[in-house]
């Protein structure tokens, strides 16, 4: 971390990519005027791990940390229950208090990993159960509610854009408890800025006007741009869902192949926005990218990195060895729990250990049976094209049949059909 903070945090953040709206327009000046300055940034406890779509704001706030301004994340352990309407379609599904109080416990230990939360550094982890909890509803209408006309709200893109489907009390109450964080938090340490996501400015200016209305303080809001992929699709997903940094839910091996397989039109924007790489490192990237397309340097560098960061070094070493391992053909180097680690995703098939041995099925009738080729002739054309492969290797012997020791780590032998479509067999 540095001595001092930055001369313009703002400018760092905008060269990453992680500014989309601010006030006041000189936001960067008055933050180095200010300095140090408490910034907060609120995630509610929908699921028990964060994902890759939050790491935005985590690493946001690791910037300014790195600046020397003193962050605060908050936890919303009260604001789950209630369901933030933005950027949703419909309501979403009310939580169990437990559900969220489990999930905010678990969240937190998380974000030990990517900020300096000791005592001693300023950074704080805060839980907005903690203060609406002993709130009573007259309370909070006679203090909170009186300062927020309904036309004000109504004209909020994130209630605006549910009037037509329709909005509970219970959301459209959402804007004024987040706006109460930001009075709270300035009260109780100091919070003049509040960062999040675009979809985010509505509530984030609601809190800013609650302080000014309470407090008679000016206060400031910074958010960056929602993600997207090059192609317009959402970010944040794999195949098989969201992409967690919780390793029960989304493995190393997965979380590192999220990052590999990234689009050429976007890795350059994600090194900047996910990772601490310098700019001239990113740009060296970018370069190896429009000279080698396909080559995958600026990816791997990129999976490195957040692999790394979220799950440790001896994980992502464990990631990528698991990786050459597939793609080079070197299964038989892999342990059983890296190779379910790796195939994890891929479809499975016991067979009985009799189909080992000269009288057991072709390559060909697996590959068929496994669905990996729609024909016995298909599945030829196949194997004489050199598209079929058995634990990495090329296949091109139609009349090939497995045996023993073919078996890897586990009695597992891996079919694969071009670059991407496995099948497991599982001999028992």
Known sequence: MTEGPATDVVADLGGRGMVYQRTPQDLGARLAAHAPV???????????????????????????????????????????LIGDPSGKATERPLRPAEEVAANVAAIGAQLERFLDLDAGSGARLVDNAAWFGPMTLTTFLRDVGRHFGVNAMLDKESVRARLGGGISFTEFSYMLLQAYDFVHLHDTLGCRLQVGGSDQWGNITAGIDLLRRMRGVEAWGLTWPLLTRADGTKFGKSDAGNVWLDAALTSPYAFFQFWVRADDADVGRWLRLFTDLPADRVAELEVAVAQRPGGREAQEALAWELTAAVHGTAAAAAARRAAAALYGGDLASLDPAALTEVFAEAPATDRPLSDLGPGGPTVVDLAVEAGLLASRTAARTALSAGGVYLNGSRVTDPDRRLSGDDLLAGGVVVLRRGKRHHHVLRFR
Do not use: E, F, W
């Not at 929908?46 to 962050?71: C, E, F, I, M, W």
């Open 38 to 80: 408490t910034a907060y940034h609120g995630i509610d406890a929908t699921a028990p791990s964060l994902h890759v779509g939050n790491l935005v704001g985590v690493r946001a706030l690791r910037r300014l940390q790195q600046a020397g301004h003193r962050p605060v994340v908050l936890l919303g352990g009260a604001t789950t």
